[in-house]
């Protein structure tokens, strides 16, 4: 049953060597992400109504990548294994073990949003949606990183699946390269959807609106690719069949349809569109 089964694709899961330092997948992936997005996100945010500027931008860039990587960290201690991190305090800094959350980085992201919005005088909701646009590149490189590392892999599959795998770390059976899926649905669809709907200037003009489409966005692919994604082994299956990584969506998509619904009842004024930021 077996044999026609494709086998998991051995691949380094260091990328290169600079001297004794080992650059991992992951970590490329996170470069990169933050690089692509950051000169995205700059574009964006020039667009009418302008929501920051570019200097304003730059700074950012250091603050999103102290939220999403302690967001993502402590989002994972809290969510996924408090009892074990309650008892071994000292692997919270061992990130290099892993175990990151989406969710956490998601709470860790938009805590720093808020910050540096209040810090610049910058409007919240409107700086806000020109950066949700660019956080699938790094949610579709990160999941290609943990295929990469053979990792997060999917429930077992029918046999007759043609891109079913049988991975190294996961026993005999033939499973759903679940990751992939995450990075094609929470990676390049969702890309594509918000790339689509900034370009919108009825969009830009519903401060929130972006904001919200991403979060019901992210939640709607993440519970969809949850029903092929083996569930944690120390967490196993919630009741009624559902997993931790739903549960987490929940308020999420309603966060976001809320956003949404705020947005479209509190258009701004058409004369905003000729540019500037709105501080307020």
Known sequence: MTESALHFPQIDPVAFNLGPLSVHWYAL???????IGWKIATHLAALPPQSATREQM???VFWAMIGVVLGGRLGYVLFYQPGYYLTHPAAILQVWN???S????ALGVI???AIFSWRNGLNFLAFSDRIVPVVPIGLGLGRCANFINGELWGRPAAHYLPWAMIFPDAGPLPRHPSELYEALTEGVILLAVMLWAVQNPWVRARFGFLSGLFLLGYAVARSFCELFREPDAFI????????MGQV????????GIGLMMYAMRHPRETSMMAGGADHG
């Open 98 to 100: 892993g175990g990151m």
């Open 29 to 35: 992936a996170y470069i990169v992400s933050i690089y």
């Open 248 to 255: 987490l969506s929940i308020p999420m998509a309603v966060a």
């Open 102 to 105: 989406f969710h956490g980085g």
């Open 58 to 60: 730059d700074d950012f």
């Open 236 to 243: 196993g299956y919630l009741p009624f069949g559902v997993t």
């Open 111 to 113: 805590l720093t949003l």
